[in-house]
């Protein structure tokens, strides 16, 4: 499948789901694309996330194979590195909080340096780091910023916030950094894989299908803050009625919400069947949480057989004559 | 007249591969880049899977009938047996921080040889056969079906693997393509398609001990040899021991050094070193070699062979066990042997018997890494060094790939280094330590037939050696490993002549001043020692 | 963009360089333009090197796929793209060479450069050494496009001549590689038991020496 394939499969099945929602609510099906899909949704999601997790979880890890990035534990004069080849558990926490925070070992490709020439600066791959941090953090502030939807009265820390990210204090409503961040972000991440030629050659449509989905939802939700207002309280009103258990679809919700609250529920249920689980599986890596106390304590291998080996009785039984006659010692003298 | 075709036109002719998706693009099996299949009687000796007579560029490999099932059913077994391949099918993003720090893609621009794109050659299959979205979006959702083109394909790349883990360095999620390439060998060795450069040593080694196939008489002889070469150099006659029991220490060292220069060097610096200090060791004609190259066949072959280290140790009743310079029979003692063959009970805890230091790092392998070992006497001034002896050596230090990123052996062998000799260099910054270049021949690379590829996949290193050689007039690399004291000969005298190949042991050996030795005049190459480029004349 | 900024580096590397000697390729007297009353080949050649070696640099990295094309121009570590520098400072060389005179010596180690890499890596030979040639469609081009053509045919003849004698020291560059990676083959073998043959030997010879000894006593 090539690249431009890819890309124009990805868009129709993103233009379909768009256009689910719009005929199904024109057709009256309100409560089916406000209440039913929404609680599949969540429900698939959490599930899938679960029992994605479980199945990873079932497969043991029979042996410990950290990829050591820095100085091992071994004489007590030489500095250790326990970050980067951590030898105790607050070492592989330590390791696994920048890995899932601070995305480090994306940062490890970064280079500030200087070549021959006049000037040139090379971070080409400090730019993914930088894109993959405004992307997932930019995605998480638009998330948590919806939690006000979610709760009467709104928590006080999703105000503080909604602070921040407004903090340009400009256009009513309220500009929002986040929501713009996340869009270039997006659209960053899909610009590399369509103009990185080797980008272009490994991506898959499982690749463009969920940057083309976030895009959408990101930008009906722009739309629906800034241009085509919809109306707030009604909206409150249907997504309290799902946070309660007591759906309710109030009248005079434009399409628009209900495209964008559609094209969520698919991302959600999407979510643990595609490679967008790595927010789950990225804590489960054995290069990275494990210490590296190889020789220290012993690894226990659950599924750990006998196996034919050859054993030194054999191999003497074979050689015996030639090990005398060298003067190698021999444990039986025929 | 035919139309004469203009240089660009003729640069074009099947320059481009052609532009169709990687998925559809055929493997071409060209001399010198792939290695010779396995041969029967190697596979037979140890009882691996489909012995049979084939090469590589056969129409036919003649798979087993039921090679589909085998390959399916393989793969469901290590899906649950490693938590590892299950994962890291599963949540690679295909960001593309791996695409351009494999060596082998540098060096030969196959896009093949990014990392994302070899496991992807396995993930593929996974898709269509272990994911609901695979069986039913097939190539929509980047699946495919398992043919024999497949097959061919895993064998060309994953025996262009050198499992050396750059990649997984800079992975965001450690996705390690070590891990995937080891799960694909175990599967094509279940069809019985593996190269023969790791089958011979496999079937040597499970036989007498050593991956040349050496008879104990003969290794034994062998190394008494060195014992010569040292005393015409030093003048002191060492005396290693075979087999003896009740020694305190095991030696155990790849047989690579014992047979083929420049590791001999290294071996006769071992000995040195340990009539030096005076220590209680003994070699084993059964347990005659560190390297394991099962671990580039499956991991049950590398536990069948791991095994005879524990079991020798056991039956000679030492006290721990000393480990040599190698690369890949480090990660398989330090991230494998204790779990596989462990645990050590009837072993101690090691103790330097000269220092009185306890290693307790390695209190549960009861294992030491020479470098270790060494770079504490040092500390503790057992030896008497005279570094000027190495002046004529401008060194740098090549971190092996497995003691680099499958141990974090960073900071020894650069104190031991320092010790021995007067001039040393770092490689450029992005070219060591953990972001080391691999030598293109590690995990079973190492074969004159694959020459061209190795060329291609050592070529970043060589261009860093390059620069140092250029910059700093480097002549000799130092390096930590049997293979890469086996490769890097062929690589520097391609890319980057008049650069030597060194063990870390030589470089010691020959600042090492000995009790009783006689007026050094050359080193362990018989050549002569900076200042006594006449004296030596003298002698002959 | 990026493109753009190795060939600054390109640039400020070669005006860093001392001058060169006075070139081979004759200035046409019958070239004689409004503006630029003395310009040759040789001048223009020089006044462009950016541009031509941009073109020349291009057309060599296009020979690779294009997800690694892209890598070898636009990765700027030498360290980390070895094949793309070494391409990138080989052509350098080489054009100089063309453009000031070829000498032999001198031309040697740049054409090293780059054959060496071509030479094992997956080109047949006429591919491999196709990049000499592509110099002269490059050239030929530019000048073509600016209607320079008639003006410098005979400049470029001898152009032309001069990486001929590069193409065929080419020939012998490729052929000493290939022997090399050959011979490193041989060498690799025999090294390989060498000890024991050489202990073999020894057996044998001290054997003699042996048996000598015992006809003395």
Known sequence: ?334 | MAKVPKADELAKVNHRPPQTPWTETPVEFRPGTFCYGAKPKNLEVVGLPNPRDWNPTDEDWKLPDDWKDITIKGMKDRLDKFRTFKLFMDICVRCGACADKCHFFIGSGDPKNMPVLRAELIRSIYRKYFTGSGKILSKYAGARALTEQVIKEWFYYFYQCSECRRCSVFCPYGIDTAEVTIMARELLNELGCTIDWTAGPVANCYMTGNHLGIQPHAFKDMIEFFVDEIEEVTGVRVEPTFNRKGAEVLFITPSGDVFADPGTYTLMGYMMLFHEIGLDYTWSTYASEGGNFGFFTSHEVMKRLNAKMYAEAKRLGVKWILGGECGHMWRVVNQYMDTMNGPADFLEVPKSPITGTVFENAKSTKMVHIAEFTADLIRHGKLKLDPSRNDNKIVTFHDSCNPARGMGLFEEPRYVLKHVCNHFHEMPEGTIREKTFCCGAGSGLNTDEYMEMRMRGGLPRANAVRYVHEKHGVNMLTTICAIDRAVFPALMDYWVPGVDVTGLHELVANALVMKGEKKRTTDLRYEPLPGMEDEEDDDV | ?217
């Open chain 1, 1 to 334: 499948m090539n690249a431009s394939r890819s890309i124009i499969f990805s868009l129709v099945a993103v233009g379909i789901l768009v256009c689910l929602p719009l005929i199904g609510v024109a057709a009256g099906m309100t409560s089916f694309f406000g209440v039913i899909i929404p609680y599949l949704a969540v429900a698939l999601f959490f599930i899938g996330v679960v029992a994605r997790v479980v199945r990873w979880a079932r497969s043991p890890v029979p042996f410990r194979i950290p990829t050591t990035c820095g100085q091992q534990k071994s004489l007590p004069w030489i500095q250790s590195d326990n970050l980067e080849n951590p030898s105790d558990t607050k070492g592989v926490v330590l390791r696994m909080i920048l890995e899932v925070l601070l995305f480090r070992s994306l940062f490890r490709n970064a280079r500030m340096e200087f070549y021959e020439g006049p000037k040139i600066r090379y971070a080409s791959a400090k730019w993914l780091w930088l894109g993959a941090i405004v992307f997932h953090y930019s995605f998480l502030v638009v998330l948590l910023r919806h939690l006000r939807f979610f709760s009467t009265p709104i928590n006080p820390l999703v105000h503080l916030l909604e602070g921040v990210d407004g903090f340009l204090e400009v256009g009513v409503p309220r500009l929002y950094l986040s929501g713009l961040l996340l869009l270039a972000g997006v659209a960053f991440l899909f610009l590399r894989r369509v103009t990185i030629p080797q980008l272009k050659y490994i991506s898959l449509p499982s690749d463009y299908f969920p940057l083309f989905l976030i895009f959408t939802i990101a930008s009906t939700g722009v739309l629906m803050r800034y241009i085509y207002k919809v109306d707030v309280v009604s909206v409150k009103e249907l997504t309290m009625g799902l946070a309660t258990f007591h759906p309710v679809t109030p009248e005079g919700i434009g399409s628009l919400f209900y495209i964008h609250l559609f094209l969520v529920s698919v991302l959600f249920a999407y979510f643990p069947f595609s490679k967008l689980v790595h927010m789950a599986g990225v804590f489960l890596s054995p290069t990275r949480n494990l210490a590296n106390t190889n020789r220290m304590v012993r690894h226990i291998n659950p599924w750990n057989y006998p196996v034919k080996v050859h054993t030194y009785e054999e191999y003497e039984d074979e050689f015996r004559e030639k090990m005398i006659e060298a003067g190698l010692p021999v444990e039986k003298k025929e």
């Open chain 3, 1 to 217: 963009m990026v493109f753009l900024s190795v060939y600054s580096a390109i640039v400020h590397k070669m005006s860093a360089a001392p001058s060169f000697p006075t070139g081979r390729l004759a200035p046409n007297p019958t070239a004689s333009g409004a503006g630029e009353p003395s310009m040759n080949l040789t001048d223009y050649l020089r006044q462009n090197q950016k541009a031509i070696l941009k073109d020349w640099f291009q057309t060599v990295v296009d020979a690779y796929p294009a997800e690694t094309a892209a890598f070898l121009r636009k990765e700027k570590d030498p360290f980390a793209n070895p094949v793309g520098s070494s391409i990138l400072e080989g052509l350098q060389g080489v054009y100089a060479q063309v453009v000031e005179g070829v000498q032999e010596e001198q031309v040697a180690p740049f054409l090293d450069r780059v054959i060496r890499i071509r030479a094992v890596q997956d080109f047949t030979p006429a591919q491999a050494l196709s990049f000499v040639f592509s110099l002269k469609e490059v050239v030929q081009s530019r000048l073509e496009e600016e209607g320079r053509l008639p003006e410098w045919a005979e400049d470029l003849r001898a152009m032309e001549a001069a990486v001929d004698q590069v193409a065929l020291m080419a020939f012998n560059i490729y052929m000493e590689c290939r022997e090399k990676v050959y011979e490193l083959r041989v060498e690799e073998v025999k090294n390989r038991t060498a000890r024991l043959l050489e202990r073999a030997n020894a057996i044998w010879a001290s054997q003699r020496e042996g048996e000598g000894s015992q006809e003395e006593s």
